[in-house]
């Protein structure tokens, strides 16, 4: 069953920290890999998107990495701020399957000032 | 700005009524999503569509139905709401063929069943 899992469920850190969120997926033939923010009671933003072909895309402070062959993937967020207090997902597109995005459980990320 | 509109931000139910979610999308994509979203479960697609009139189940169809007769818009229908179906429901919509990108979504209804 292809699956996408995300631990922590929640993490804490204090105001200018680095920190690194993780997402691991069953099955490496992925179409491509996403990263979104949810803040509370809100839908969802996309962060970043690595296409299969691709290791590693950066968005300002955010840089998110796959490695297929392992099934992970990780987002890298440096300096962090409060602002960034939010959930983040991460979502898999596989090749074959169900044309769906298959999300993860998220991790819900609180940077305290 | 693109958008996906979804009609209502908080609803309140009783057990047994009949319940409608309204999505409409502005951007003329084809696929539309519905989801829903409990905490520690992460997203969970209820049904999906590819085309007006056309739809497909996803992982967690029952107590659900969709409707989708204009392209621009996509409706989710508890036909008999139950309590267990309270939770924050989310529609996406995204052009064909472009795998997990070009994704947007809704701000999301939050349904209380009481």
Not at chain 1, 28 to 38: D, K, T, V
Not at chain 1, 66 to 80: E, F, N, V
Not at chain 1, 89 to 96: D, P, R
Not at chain 2, 1 to 8: E, H, I, L
Request: aromatic share 10%; proline share 4%.
């Amino acid at each position: 069953k292809q699956e996408v899992t995300q631990i922590p469920a929640a993490l804490s850190v204090p105001e200018g920290e680095n920190l690194v969120l993780n997402c691991s997926f069953t099955d490496s033939a992925i179409y491509n890999l996403q990263w979104f923010r949810q803040d509370p009671g809100k839908g969802l933003t996309s962060l970043l998107l690595i296409q299969s072909s691709q290791r590693e895309q950066t968005s300002g402070r955010l840089n998110a990495s796959l490695d297929k062959s392992s099934g992970r993937s990780t987002l890298y967020i440096a300096a962090s701020q409060p602002g960034d207090s939010a959930t983040y997902l991460c979502a898999v597109w596989w090749i074959q399957g169900a044309q769906k995005l298959v999300f993860g459980q998220g991790t819900r990320l609180t940077i305290n000032p | 700005d693109v958008k996906v509109t979804q009609s209502s931000r908080y609803l309140v139910k009783r057990t047994g009524e009949k319940v409608f979610l309204e999505c409409v999308q502005d951007m003329d994509h084809e696929n539309m999503f519905w989801y829903r979203q409990d905490p520690g479960l992460g997203l969970r697609l209820i049904y999906f569509s590819y085309d007006v009139k056309m739809k497909e189940k996803g992982d967690i169809p029952e107590g659900y139905s969709v409707s989708r007769e204009k392209k621009e818009r996509f409706s989710l229908i508890l036909e008999s709401a139950s309590t267990n179906q309270t939770s924050m429901y989310l529609c996406a919509s995204t052009l064909p063929g472009q795998g997990g990108s070009g994704y947007t979504f809704g701000s999301g209804t939050r349904l209380t069943v009481v």
